[in-house]
């Protein structure tokens, strides 16, 4: 019995260290694989000026080739690339973001950062693979101020079943639990996610994606509703505030401007986000409030109940071209937070 438990601690230890090994040396996306293939060699993009770094909503709603030519037409030369992957998010988007600072090109002048509700990868879908890699201390630090800064501070049993969830997430973050699985996603995905500078573009009416939320009309408008609700109560977050500020300054310290992207469809993001990221510093680009934006939570511009079709793709590059051009010309006299909504009017009543 003796020796068994030995062998088993043996082997365990084994895979443990070869995990960690592996792990350490991989680059930052590699649990993102379709992110993997399609994070560019900069000498591929030598006179790139903006990278998109989001979500499924970034990944499959913004098309570069799109928002280029409308930048052009408006006088301000432009050449982006969508590094959007499913599922990436906070805190992936940071440690990817630190790495574009580090190995920009010198063309680079901003990042487009897609901003979603902060949360930790504790969801079967983002385990262990797509977020726990990048699931440091500080992180769970900041992540575990927030959660205890929102109301209701949540009772005694709550925070100890977090704290667990917390240090379990870290534990196989660390160790790279999953790691065969994330390196025979990455060895399949084909590379022809390079095409159209990253962008892949979701079918009219019902995702083609694995995975996608079922389009259905109801559950569509309870999301435009509860997301109307959410902007209409928004309260103050300083804990997240500090977060983002500090993401900014990182950005702004490397000479580069940080642009935060809030999409239409997340109403959970909706009661902090905006004002948190209003207040960081960076401009902001914020795209989903329904009042404003009630084409972005109709049927035809939808995929499924979180992402735009191609149609609504287009509409949704353009808002964000005529936003980075409103940032371009008004540059020199920029105010810190500056907003864009990216609304050419406001409707006289909220959609119903």
Partial sequence: MRRLLADLC????????????????LPAEWPHASLQVRLPPWRDFPELTTVFLGSSQTYHQVDPTVVDSLLALQGVPSLSVNLGSPTLAFPATHRLLRRI???????????VLELRHPRAPIAAEARPTRGTYSYT??????LWAYEMSRSPVPDLATQARRLVEHGLVMAEG?????????LTAMAITPASDRSNRGYVPLGE???VRRGAVPLD?????????????AYRSQVESPVLQGFLTMIADEARAAGVRLVFLIPPRQPAAYLEVPLAAAASGAAVIDLGDPWLHPDFYRVGTSADVIHLNARGAR?????????????????DGQEPGRVCTGAERRPRQPPR
């Fill in 101 to 111: 600072l580090e190995e920009r090109p010198p063309t680079l002048t901003t990042v």
């Fill in 10 to 25: 043996i082997v365990a230890g084994t895979l443990a260290a070869f995990n960690l090994g592996v792990g350490r040396a």
């Fill in 315 to 331: 509409l949704y590059s353009r808002t964000i071209a005529r936003c980075l051009a409103i940032f371009r010309r008004t540059e």
């Fill in 174 to 182: 660390f160790l790279h639990v999953g790691l065969g699985r994330g």
């Fill in 137 to 142: 201390p500080a992180y769970a630090r900041f």
């Fill in 217 to 229: 009309a109801l559950a569509l408008r309870t999301n435009r509703t509860t997301s109307l609700d």
């Fill in 205 to 207: 009416g019902l995702a």
